[in-house]
């Protein structure tokens, strides 16, 4: 059995689960660390060297922010990828990787299911 973590908001989450922190999708990763308990990996840029490392859970604590939501339902996380393909911040291919790693069902907003132009939908073979 795995490890798991209490976040802020009370989820309890292990390294298999994907969750909200700052308004962005995370996983958590246990280190085997002096100074550092655990971090956060971000969904599509982890082992990137952006993870976020944390000494305890009461450092997070103090980092969680208004955006982080923690857990989400299916249905949160589609209207998070529907958010992000109108924001300049991230590109196709990141909301495409993260369309597929989400645990949701995902069909993009404005996209006709009988359409065929090469949009986000072509992309995640769907």
Not at 28 to 51: I, N, Q
Not at 76 to 103: C, F, I, K, Q
Request: charge should be negative; proline fraction near 6%.
């Amino acid at each position: 059995m795995s490890q798991t973590l209490e976040l802020p908001n009370g989820d309890v989450v292990s390294p298999d689960d994907v969750f909200c922190y700052n308004d962005y999708p995370y996983r958590l990763v246990w280190l085997e660390d002096d100074t550092h308990e655990f971090a956060l990996s971000p969904l599509y840029w982890g082992d990137s060297g952006m993870d976020i490392p944390f000494r305890d859970r009461e450092a997070l604590v103090d980092q969680w922010e208004v955006d982080s939501q923690g857990r989400m339902t299916a249905e949160e996380w589609a209207n998070w990828l529907d958010d992000a393909t109108a924001d300049h911040r991230y590109s196709d291919d990141e909301v495409t990787s993260l369309a597929a790693e989400l645990p949701t069902e995902w069909d993009p907003e404005g996209e006709d299911s009988d359409s065929s132009g090469g949009g986000i939908r072509d992309r995640l073979g769907l």
